[in-house]
């Protein structure tokens, strides 16, 4: 019988805020095969300690990965990262760890902004192509950032993927229900983080294009956040 692999996945905390947390947690009820968790990353995403707190946390992280991938059979590393320039050097060590130990090594790029973008193709795209060079595969989430990722030169699989939703959600839902309750105001769920880099701001500002258009909005907004006073 053919070994089944066991992979490691690096994901959020289950104490951390936020839809990437939420993914993780989630999949667990999909996998047919062996997974490991390890968290990883600030406990209280997104606030964080004091830098030398967050230090401490960071080398705790290293020996807690380090001890599992040799002391477990871990044959598939699994990485979620954000494109930047933290997030990248702190994954980098990771990955090539995970290398050096003749594991695969499989990076899921959830965060991508097009400011991010921007500064890692221009100022830091060594750092990102040495990262990419300790990988067997990546996951995106749209088709842009898939192209960026192969004009680098990766020549390895680059898979598309989407977010997930907890099924149970929807057990209830039943969208001929919904339709039947359509009016002429458009209600519109803003549900993240209250960030810029959530596109809080954005929202607000087609909302206020609609309504100059003659659309009647409703703009629901749930979540919180350091810019929620300045929305």
């Known amino acids: 019988m053919k070994k089944r692999p066991k992979v490691l996945i690096l994901a959020p905390a289950e104490t951390a805020d936020g839809g990437i947390k939420n993914y993780y947690q989630v999949l667990k009820n999909y996998f047919s095969i062996p997974v490991y968790y390890q968290y990883r990353g600030a406990r ?12 401490i946390r960071l080398l705790k992280d290293y020996i807690s990965y380090f001890i ?3 002391l477990n059979p871990i ?8 494109l930047g320039k933290e ?5 980098l060590v990771y990955a090539i760890y995970a290398k050096i130990l003749g594991k695969e090594c499989i990076v899921f790029f959830h965060g991508w902004s097009d400011e991010a973008e921007q ?3 221009n100022k830091y795209k060594w750092l990102l192509k040495l990262y ?20 680098l030169g990766y020549k390895r699989n680059i898979y598309l993927e989407t977010t ?5 959600l ?10 039947q309750k359509r009016s002429d105001e458009i209600t519109i769920l803003f549900l993240a983080r209250i960030e810029k880099e959530k596109g809080i701001f954005e929202i607000i500002d087609a909302c206020d294009s609609l309504i100059q258009r003659g659309y009647i909005i409703k703009l629901l907004i749930a979540g919180n956040s350091k810019d929620y006073k300045s929305c």
């Open 132 to 151: 990419l060079k300790h990988t067997d595969a990546l996951i995106t989430l749209s088709q842009k950032s898939q192209e960026i990722l192969k004009s």
């Open 87 to 91: 997030s990248i050097l702190r994954d």
């Open 68 to 70: 599992n991938v040799i």
């Open 119 to 121: 500064l890692m193709i």
């Open 170 to 179: 929807l057990h209830s839902f039943n969208i001929n229900k919904k339709l």
């Open 164 to 168: 997930l939703v907890d099924d149970n």
């Open 75 to 82: 044959q598939i590393v699994h990485i979620n990262t954000s």
């Open 44 to 55: 209280k995403l997104p606030y964080r300690g004091s830098s030398f707190s967050e230090g």
